[in-house]
């Protein structure tokens, strides 16, 4: 057994963990650097973007020797250092060996950007931020705002897990994350600390587990980005560990963020589950469900409140699973629309199923069969504002 408690300070919340955003004048204003520092080696794990165009912080990590420790990441919004060739990864080498040899104490330090596709990397200006760096600064705010792009409100969570002996460890995050979001990872970066005693051998498994249906399961535009990263890092320091009660807290936790990222989708006004049960297979729920969130003709029905239960119908068809119209049911919330060949969309029922759209987040369900597989994806409406962002993401 074990208890679960939500705590504040996100990323700094765990034992021995510091970290701070400055700003380095790459955004017109506010914070746009920050750090994540820990005064003990980490284990270390990851998960990147499916793009295959990686950026080049995510190159310069996979140069590290497999099981490398590290006690540092440096994060720089504005700016993605993609598609910049041999210059931009050269780059984050300079950059890195600079803040060693202000900071010797630093060790392995790994690199994360986001911002726009190729633009050779302001480093200069990154540089001469690290002068604003205090290793033993504890500002999560401050880190959660200076890696935001075109969010609309910072995300960080953290968590005390508590066990049956009373033995409790941490966990924290931040993340960002609003725009190019597909379910492939999802366009993001999300940076977890813990002081938890994972081996090394678990936590992979874990990463991958908890993110099959939170970072894996989200949509905002169908886009998929060149520098998603997801990044877990461990010091251990709270001697503590339990690997059901760690998987727990860390699908909540990430739970949390991927449903935040969709609710701050770029004009979002609605956050949106499309759940598909009675699937062949988990493999084929998850194939419909994600087709469901990706879908433009949906997510504009969505945004203007128009139960159009054809457009589910038709995604669900053209998604490629093993479906029949005899089978199929479509729910609104708890408003049924169709069931089995019939249809249940009179005046009134079109009226109850408008207003479930008119909440900021509601639940579509479609059973597609009688089999056993189920999923839950996540996305939103696209309206106006996506393409006003999008038309002016440069300037």
């Known amino acids: ?18 970290g701070d955003g400055v700003s380095a004048g790459l955004k017109r204003n506010g914070l746009d650097v920050a750090f994540i520092y820990s005064d003990s080696l980490c284990e270390v794990e990851s998960l990147f973007t499916q793009n295959k165009f990686c950026a080049a912080p995510i190159l310069h990590y996979q140069g590290y020797k497999e099981g490398f420790q590290t006690n540092f990441v440096l994060i720089n919004s504005k700016n993605a250092n993609a598609l910049t060739g041999d210059e931009g990864l050269e780059d984050v080498k300079e950059l890195l060996g600079s803040l060693q040899e202000k900071f010797p104490e630093i060790q392995n330090p790994i690199m994360s950007s ?6 050779p990397l302001p480093k ?27 969010d609309r409100f910072a995300k960080s969570i953290a968590f005390e897990v ?19 979001i597909n379910p492939s990872l999802a366009t993001m970066l999300c940076f977890i600390t813990t002081d938890a005693k994972i081996p090394k051998a678990h936590m992979k ?39 059901e009660a760690f998987l727990f807290a860390l699908e909540k936790l990430m739970h949390k963020l991927a449903t935040d990222i969709v609710r701050d989708g770029e004009g979002s006004t609605k956050l949106v589950a499309f759940e598909v049960k009675g699937a062949k297979t988990e493999q084929e729920a998850r194939r419909a469900a994600k087709a ?12 203007g409140c128009d139960p159009n239960w054809g457009r589910i119908a038709s995604t669900i068809g053209a998604s490629g699973i093993e479906c029949d119209a005899k089978k199929l049911e479509i ?26 759209l008119k909440q900021d987040s509601y639940k579509i369900t479609c059973i597609v ?22 038309a002016d993401y440069r300037s």
Request: net charge negative; aromatic share 10%.
């Open 292 to 303: 469901l969130s990706q879908s433009l003709l949906v997510k504009t029905a969505l945004f």
């Open 205 to 243: 498994e874990l990463l991958q587990n908890a993110t099959h249906t939170t970072f894996n399961a989200i949509s905002v535009d169908g886009d998929t980005s060149t520098n998603d990263t997801i990044l877990l890092l461990s010091n251990g320091q709270s001697g503590v560990y339990d690997k």
């Open 162 to 180: 508590v066990l049956e002996d009373k033995t409790h460890f941490r966990i924290g995050a931040i993340c960002k994350g609003a725009g190019m």
């Open 369 to 390: 069969g009688d089999g056993d597989g189920q999923f839950t994806a996540y996305g939103c409406d696209l309206g106006h504002e996506y393409v006003r962002i999008n």
């Open 1 to 18: 057994m074990f208890s679960v408690f939500p705590i504040e300070n996100g990323i700094v919340a765990p034992k021995g963990f510091y």
């Open 114 to 119: 986001t911002g726009v596709i190729g633009v």
């Open 124 to 150: 200069e200006k990154i540089r001469d931020s690290f002068s604003q760096f205090d290793l033993t600064h504890k500002n999560n705010e401050n880190a959660a705002k200076a890696i935001m792009t075109t």
């Open 331 to 356: 729910y609104f919330g708890d408003v049924c629309v169709y069931e089995r060949g019939k249809i249940y969309f009179d005046i009134e029922q079109e009226k109850r199923a408008a207003q479930i």
